[in-house]
């Protein structure tokens, strides 16, 4: 069964809905690089909806009551947010849940060196990524670094038009003869992303020689009051330089970095902040860090961290107790809100088209991720999934189903399986995306814009099922 496009669907008014969520999507993301940036960035959203940080709330000794709208920041690296419902939290909540890490370059703890008077970062890289297409691009710097004192400097460069960027270098063509006879795995090494921050030597003061990381130095002790040994205690991630973009004649597409994950990431959470009135069933949403490498830390949801937050939240609303948390978890129901391959006609043995999600055709399911034999897969009940079509199609909603290319050749993972754990209804809905895990990859407006009908649906109309 073919879904038409969804497109079709909009006149006038409704383009200007899609074309105004774009846009405060679009600059979500662009000041949210990093994991850390996009919790800030979710956290002053947060407060400008009404929420209140459940910690303050925690401490005030307040009761939490139906329509409360409570959020918590973990470790500034995950975040979560929630609006209380009428029922009792045993009756289960409504969760949209997505990450907000993405694939990139992580500096190393000891990672400045000179070489042929240029100095570099060393550099390790995050998640599956195709090396290749790192290199000889516009790169920026992102992070924090923490000194010995307690005090934090955060870092971006190479966003501002005034900035400098930084740079990973490949081989000139006319000296590649070896370097393209190897496969695309092997043509960059892991240990060939080495990112170029100076080429200009200074002589440091009582020094004889002069050095380009003297006078990197120099500027990190001038700008940002940081040492060398501080790099031992930060965390700076290599993310590609520059905005998130229309693309096409018509301007139906954003070629952007990090779409996977935070174009599901930001309409769940927006879905939560713009509810208005009183929910039924408590709504939330959960953006999580690690996923890109396991959903490992203490920050990853293969942690106890929502588990705990949702044990303060029903103390807070007057369900003390582990069976009470127990029965919350287990008589939830949940969106893991993640990308999906979107059907690319330049690749198409990669896919198995009737089963393939497709731009432009809406919100995408997938009743199971995994690889080949649905191996790490939570696979979504049918009766969960009939529930699920029935008021998107109430609410008009464009949404089409899928897998992540051919049985034998695909694969993925998400969150969705570890929330699946405590008993909970779960399945995996989220965006097409072209170029995935590509430092810029693209969408269709309106399968973010449909996104977020669903996920507002979800929240409003999901029930216990039967």
């Known amino acids: 069964m073919e879904r038409k496009n969804a497109w079709a669907a909009y006149d006038a008014a409704g383009m200007e809905k899609i074309e105004a969520f774009a846009k405060a999507y679009c600059a979500y993301i662009d000041g949210g690089k990093t994991e850390r940036e996009c919790v800030a960035e979710s956290v002053t959203a947060a407060k400008a909806a009404g929420f209140e940080d459940l910690k303050d709330v925690i401490a005030s000794g307040k009761a939490l009551a139906a329509g409360d709208k409570v959020y918590v920041n973990w470790m500034n690296k995950s975040f979560v947010c929630f609006v209380i419902g009428s029922e009792p939290m045993e009756s289960g909540m409504?969760?949209?849940?997505?990450?907000?890490d993405s694939p990139r370059i992580d500096v190393k703890q000891n990672p400045l060196y000179e070489d042929?008077?240029?100095a570099y970062l060393d550099t390790h890289y995050y998640g599956g990524i195709k090396k290749y297409q790192w290199v000889a691009q516009p790169l920026a710097l992102h992070g924090v670094i923490c000194r010995k004192d307690g005090t934090t400097v955060t870092v971006a460069i190479g966003e501002d038009a005034a900035d400098p960027v930084f740079y990973i270098s490949d081989l000139l063509p006319h000296l590649a003869q070896e370097q393209m006879t190897k496969t695309a795995a092997k043509a960059i090494e892991g240990e060939e992303l080495n990112l170029i921050i100076g080429g200009m030597p200074v002589k440091a003061e009582g020094e004889e020689k002069a050095s380009v990381t003297a006078g990197v130095l120099a500027i990190l002790k001038e700008k940002y009051g940081v040492e060398e040994e501080d790099f031992l205690s930060a965390e700076l991630e290599i993310v590609p330089a520059g905005k998130a973009r229309e693309v096409g004649f018509d301007r139906s597409m954003i070629a952007a970095y990090g779409h996977d994950d935070r174009v599901c990431a930001y309409p769940s959470m927006q879905a939560v902040l713009d509810f208005e009135g009183t929910p039924k069933y408590t709504l939330c949403a959960v953006l999580t860090d690690k996923e890109e490498i396991g959903s490992v830390g203490a920050t990853g949801m293969n942690s106890r961290f929502f588990e705990n937050i949702v044990a303060e939240?029903?103390?807070?609303?007057g369900a003390p107790g582990d069976?009470?948390?127990?029965?919350?978890?287990?008589?939830?129901?949940?969106?893991?809100?993640?990308?999906?391959?979107?059907?690319?006609?330049?690749?198409?043995?990669?896919?198995?088209?009737?089963?393939?999600?497709?731009?432009?055709?809406?919100?995408?399911?997938?009743?199971?991720?995994?690889?080949?034999?649905?191996?790490?897969?939570?696979?979504?009940?049918?009766?969960?999934i009939a529930q699920l079509r029935r008021i998107l199609d109430q609410e008009g909603v464009a949404f089409q189903t899928a897998e992540l290319g051919r049985v034998d050749l695909g694969g993925g993972g998400t969150i969705a399986y570890m929330c699946a754990k405590f008993g909970m209804n779960v399945i995996d809905s989220g965006v097409a995306v072209l170029s995935m895990h590509a430092p810029y990859e693209l969408i269709s407006k309106v399968d973010l814009y449909e996104a977020y009908r669903c996920y507002c649906t979800f929240l409003r109309d999901a029930e216990p099922v039967k």
């Open 116 to 118: 042929s008077d240029l």
């Open 313 to 317: 939240l029903c103390d807070a609303a």
């Open 94 to 100: 409504n969760i949209l849940g997505a990450h907000i």
């Open 323 to 384: 069976l009470a948390l127990r029965r919350t978890l287990q008589n939830s129901r949940m969106l893991s809100s993640d990308v999906s391959a979107g059907f690319d006609p330049n690749f198409p043995g990669a896919f198995e088209k009737k089963n393939a999600a497709f731009l432009g055709r809406g919100v995408c399911f997938n009743k199971y991720t995994g690889s080949r034999g649905k191996s790490g897969s939570s696979d979504a009940n049918a009766e969960y």
